[in-house]
């Protein structure tokens, strides 16, 4: 009888979205927090699940870089071309974005073993020796140590390796281990409500309920951003290479793929919703049949400004003065950071200690930074997905707009 009941309320917990687990945990975390501030125990749930993720992100960082190095095709044609470059240009420019709006609005999150760390480099001479140091190193030990520049760098190469060797066989055991470590992700990612349980817990039985004020900052600096980039930067590349008004396509694009993706959170998910969009716009099947999976692979403009709204608030932590050659160092490994990123759910969180790196910030006080991710993430990773998804169909739209403008200017001329 015990065990009947046991196994319903289990399914019953699992056929509750993630969402509203992770709001259930938040709740139960902030109440135990304030009631009983002694149970020092129930904060061990919290630190397990940051030890989870910390484990797994390395070996998650390196799979699918490799894989997905490996797996890229040759160019499609100036269409195609012209899509890439859209997708690739504007993740460059959402991490841009993001530095200066955490510059402007810097936001202080509150990590223990802060003291610890010692001086992490600031300087841009610093940071160069310690980015080519670091990329040198053992791909074996970088994995097991979470040196995520050493990680990037060997996946780059052993994907560029595994491409000319031109051996299918095994880039399709490098997909298939991507796949695996997705998996492993999500599962550990289900045991984010009691994992954020234990972190809230321990955050508001410390400091009290004034914790979520800081959460409060992250998410709001987090969504203008996203809604500057959205609003402003997408249109304006759009109008600079069409020279004509894009916020209706804009505003179609956000009504039926945005919606749609801001409840799903899933860029893959939402494949269907964006092919059935451009097929009512009329756009090439050949085309956007390839281009919007693409997007959801490499079109990661929402990712990117997460990864670098969370490493400045870690910077900013830390103390360390992020001059503008290390703020355009980070913008380009969060962008390239950001076309790796998972497709699961808070897939994009797991590469903050990838660019926190970059300043000599160890994994341990990154992943507390990751942590206070998931719990914001029932905002962030909405936003996120919402922007990632509907912009995959603007740049295909204007990819192909951009195409026929200029073959009819070749045949008028």
Not at 103 to 131: C, D, Y
Not at 292 to 303: D, E, F, R, S, Y
């Amino acid at each position: 009888m015990m065990k009947d009941i046991a196994n319903w309320m289990i399914r019953k917990w699992l056929d509750l979205s993630l969402v509203l687990r992770i709001l259930i945990g938040l709740f139960v975390g902030a109440v135990l927090g304030l009631a009983v501030p002694e149970w020092t125990g129930v904060g061990i749930i919290g630190t397990v699940f940051v030890s989870a993720l910390k484990a797994i992100a390395p070996v998650l960082v390196a799979v699918l870089v490799t894989a997905s190095i490996a797996q890229a095709g040759e160019g499609l044609g100036p269409r195609f071309r012209t899509v890439i470059l859209l997708y690739l240009s504007t993740t460059l420019l959402a991490a841009f974005l993001a530095v200066m709006a955490s510059n402007a609005f810097p936001v202080v999150l509150r990590l223990t073993g802060v003291g610890a760390e010692g001086n992490p480099v600031g300087s841009l001479s610093e940071v160069l020796e310690n980015l080519l140091v670091s990329m040198v190193a053992n791909p074996v030990g970088a994995i097991a140590g979470g040196n995520y520049i050493g990680i990037l760098f060997w996946a780059i190469v052993f994907g560029v390796g595994l491409r000319l060797a031109g051996s299918q066989a095994t880039v399709q055991v490098f997909q298939d281990l991507a796949q695996v470590v997705s998996w492993a992700v999500r599962w550990i990612i289900q045991a984010a409500p009691f994992g954020i349980l234990g972190l809230v817990f321990s955050s508001v039985s410390q400091s009290g309920l004034e914790i979520f004020s800081v959460y409060g900052q992250l998410i709001v600096l987090l969504a203008g951003c996203m809604f500057v980039h959205v609003l402003v930067t997408c249109p304006l590349v759009a109008f600079l290479m069409l020279r004509k008004n894009p916020y209706p396509l804009l505003f179609r694009c956000l009504r039926v793929s945005g919606l749609q993706a801001f409840f799903t959170r899933s860029s893959a998910a939402n494949i269907p919703v964006n092919m059935g969009l451009c097929r009512r716009l009329g756009l090439d099947e050949d085309f956007y049949s390839v281009s919007i999976p693409l997007g959801a692979t490499v079109n990661m403009n929402g990712a990117a400004i997460t990864i670098t709204v969370m490493t400045m608030a870690v910077a900013y932590t830390m103390g360390v003065e992020v001059s503008l050659g290390s703020a355009l160092l980070l913008c380009v490994m969060a962008a390239l950071g950001a076309c790796g990123t998972s497709g699961v759910a808070g897939g994009s969180l797991l590469l903050v200690p990838m660019a926190c790196s970059l300043f000599g910030i160890s994994s341990d006080v990154a992943m507390q930074a990751v942590a206070v991710g998931f719990i914001i993430g029932v905002v962030q990773d909405s936003m996120e997905t919402a922007l990632n998804s509907s912009s995959d169909v603007f740049f295909t739209a204007t990819a192909e707009y951009y195409d026929l403008k200029n073959r009819s200017v070749r045949r008028s001329e």
